[in-house]
């Protein structure tokens, strides 16, 4: 188990061998998600998105606006 410490800032250390298993680096968006007492943080990825393709019931619009805005990220 890896551990890490919230700042004052509320900013908290992803180990790096977490990072490097989940290819999380500078600019990567997280997620954070409420599972009862567990709060789970998810890399947004390509593979994430992709996951989530057909869970909203959108038809496709929702993937798209999603993978335009981490194109348009990317050009940044």
């Keep these: 188990m890896e551990t890490?410490?919230?700042t004052t800032k509320g900013q908290i250390v992803i180990p790096s061998k977490i990072r490097h298993r989940h290819k999380i680096k500078k600019?990567?968006?997280v997620c954070f998600?409420?599972?009862g007492n567990d709060i789970i943080l998810r890399p947004?990825?390509?593979d994430?998105?992709?996951e989530l393709?057909?869970?909203l019931k959108?038809?496709?619009r929702a993937l798209k606006a999603l993978l335009d805005e981490?194109?348009?990220e990317r050009e940044l």
């Design 58 to 60: 959108t038809g496709g």
């Design 33 to 35: 998600l409420e599972n």
């Design 27 to 29: 600019g990567t968006k």
């Design 48 to 50: 994430y998105i992709e």
């Design 53 to 55: 393709k057909g869970s």
């Design 4 to 6: 890490s410490m919230v």
């Design 44 to 46: 947004v990825t390509d």
């Design 70 to 72: 981490k194109r348009r």
